[in-house]
């Protein structure tokens, strides 16, 4: 697995590659839950890329 976390002023990037596996079952409950928290607290979408070879997860930071 190869994890690549970065940040910016107002965002959390985190991308891994894809890898197999002998489950490939998923409820895929995580991101929708952490898509719905999200947009209770903020305008601002998590973004959620799914592509052929990397997933890719950007995530809003909040201010306090």
Known sequence: LNL???TSEHQLRVI???QT???VSS???GLKNLQERYRLL???PVLVKDGPDLFDV???L???
């Open 62 to 64: 909040l201010e306090r």
């Open 16 to 18: 891994n590659n894809k």
């Open 27 to 29: 409820t895929g409950m």
């Open 21 to 23: 596996r002998n489950q």
């Open 58 to 60: 950007t995530i809003p």
């Open 4 to 6: 690549h976390i970065s």
């Open 42 to 44: 903020t305008s601002q």
